[in-house]
């Protein structure tokens, strides 16, 4: 799932900025979703601190609730991977995102050639995303695309032939066996249970004497058996 936020308070660059997003992932086949804003209240500072996979961020630099360089400013004191576009009327204020190395992608002047651009940004967004060490996978006629590193851990349903697979936004129930979407993963992934693998670079603390890992979201689980306990450790 990409996730483009934008934030933009003119209704006629905000329309156009969701037909051009909404072209090319539907010609891509891609999974994706829309989140807008039209100012950079509470709401917007909000969702800087979700946990979401793969956020675009386009930016309009000036809102009458405040400025795009700022907010530009907070989304990089949380996270250096999502992505920054500014799309903004204020080409003269390009050297000053520049000077304040936001790792922007892209700077698009709204009156010149911007769909072209938007575009072409958007495709070099995902080429960059592409790059993460993700899995895709279909299942019931949904493509799903997850970084290998907001796993969590897998869990093998008890009575239905399906896995539940937990990142730290989002839980899919997916009709694949344990064993065949152990394949798909990689040396990060240990099995601790004949029902269970985690994700080693997601472990916090392993309590051996209970059998309980913790995850650095604060999530537990008790599925470590004495069979495998010697690949956690």
Do not use: W
């Amino acid at each position: 799932m990409v996730n483009f936020i934008i934030g933009e308070d003119d209704k006629h660059f905000m329309t156009l900025t969701e037909s051009v997003i909404t072209k090319y992932m539907m010609k891509n086949q891609i999974e994706y979703k829309i989140h807008r804003f039209d100012d950079y209240g509470p709401k917007f500072r909000s969702m800087i601190n979700r946990k979401l996979p793969f956020k675009i961020y386009i930016l309009d630099i000036e809102t009458p609730s405040g400025s795009g360089l700022d907010m530009a400013r907070l989304i990089r004191n949380k996270d250096v991977d999502s992505i920054i576009i500014f799309l903004t009327g204020h080409q003269e204020l390009s050297q000053i995102a520049i000077k304040n190395e936001f790792l922007f992608l892209s700077y698009i002047n709204k009156f010149d050639e911007c769909e072209k651009h938007l575009e072409q940004s958007i495709e070099k967004a995902l080429q960059i995303l592409k790059t993460k060490k993700i899995i895709r996978f279909k299942d019931c006629g949904t493509i799903y695309t997850v970084a290998l590193d907001d796993i969590l851990y897998v869990t093998k349903e008890t009575n239905e032939r399906k896995i539940i697979l937990r990142t730290e936004y989002a839980t899919f129930k997916l009709s694949k066996s344990l064993g065949d979407f152990y394949k798909m993963l990689n040396g990060n992934f240990v099995q601790t249970h004949r029902a269970c693998i985690v994700n080693t670079k997601r472990i916090v603390s392993y309590n051996k004497s209970k059998k309980i890992i913790t995850f650095d979201n604060g999530e537990k689980i008790d599925l470590v058996s004495s069979r495998f306990e010697g690949e956690l450790i």
